[in-house]
């Protein structure tokens, strides 16, 4: 009989909660280096994310199962923000020699549960102990359409549009580091920043309704990634104060402590919610089905380069990108 270890049990409670791998290669082939949210080979969407306790998650503000969550929706929304959907996953696990039993063992149940429920088959992996929690993941996914879509995909007179409310996280992260006692009285942002809730399958919807534009995840803030894409696409965007779509809590939040809602929108990172661009007619995002949590056409793309913004006092500005540095 094989020794009773504790890295072979732990994977082997990871196995058994995990979703049998299915026979379902891309209908599409297609091959694309680096540079957007996701590389291809040979039909696959690949994504890779870490998430390290003290920087993307901490145990004394999340639940296991929060910070697990927040780890696998980082890599689906990059498998989303080109049009895919995630399939297969290899998952590294690096435990921190002081978490406790229970604390090991929720973190492996939600990893194991996170990817089933989402019909994310998990397919390998490898697992650690150190000084420092960690978690790793090799996301894999597959497009209904022929073609992903890319950063570099903007043309001149597309709109530029949000799929979802912004400044949730930063909000929820600015709460939690600044006023801890009063989490209570805004759930949503700092749930939101703790374990975010996205439409993990936006980009497809998108493809599906005939979006072929530039797209990608906010996951540095918008105002990076509109520098990202404008970039990407060899072209300059134009945006209005006015339209960005500010979450109403993050409003309440700077109504009670004075603070400038349009920073938490422009510059939070962490949102996961979907950037684009397109063509298309705005009438097509107003179906109440058409996405959950809403679309906002927030400016125009244009010929030239950068970011500019029409402010509410009519006054016009660049836009300099505001990314987070893990370095």
């Known amino acids: 009989m094989f020794p009773d270890l504790g890295e072979f049990s732990f994977i082997d409670s990871l196995l058994k909660k995990s979703l049998p791998l299915g026979a379902e290669p891309p209908v599409y082939r297609g091959w694309l280096p680096v540079g957007d949210d996701c590389a291809m080979f040979d039909g696959w969407l690949v994504t890779k994310d870490l998430s390290v306790e003290g920087t993307h998650f901490r145990m004394d503000w999340s639940t296991p199962e929060q910070a697990v969550e927040k780890h696998i929706v980082s890599n689906v929304s990059d498998i989303s923000a080109m049009g895919g959907v995630a399939k297969l996953a290899i998952s590294g696990i690096c435990i921190n020699k002081s978490w406790d039993e229970q604390t090991r063992k929720r973190i492996g149940d939600a990893v194991a549960e996170g990817f089933a429920k989402r019909g994310i088959a998990l397919v390998g992996g490898d697992t650690v102990a150190a000084a420092c929690g960690m978690l790793s993941t090799t996301l894999l996914g597959t497009l209904g359409a022929q073609s992903p879509l890319m950063r570099s995909g903007a043309c001149v007179g597309d709109g530029v549009y949000v799929a979802g409310t912004l400044g949730k996280s930063a909000a929820g992260l600015w709460l939690l ?151």
């Open 177 to 327: 580091m600044n006023h801890p006692e009063a989490r209570s009285e805004f759930p949503a942002l700092v749930d939101y920043h703790l374990a975010p809730s996205i439409d993990e399958r936006c980009g497809s919807k998108l493809l599906e309704m005939g979006v072929r534009g530039a797209c990608m995840d906010i996951s540095d803030g918008l105002s990076s990634e509109l520098n990202h894409l404008a970039l990407s696409s060899g072209v300059a965007i134009e945006i209005e104060e006015q339209s960005i779509p500010v979450d109403p809590e993050v409003e309440r939040l700077c109504v009670r402590y004075g603070l400038d809602p349009l920073d938490f929108a422009l510059n939070g990172g962490e949102e996961y919610e979907l950037l684009f661009t397109d063509s298309v007619k705005n009438d097509i995002f107003q179906r109440k089905d058409a996405l959950p949590g809403g679309v906002y056409r927030i400016g125009t793309v244009v010929d030239g380069s950068g970011v500019r913004m029409r402010c509410r006092d009519g006054e016009e500005r660049y836009v300099k990108a505001q990314a987070w540095s893990h370095l």
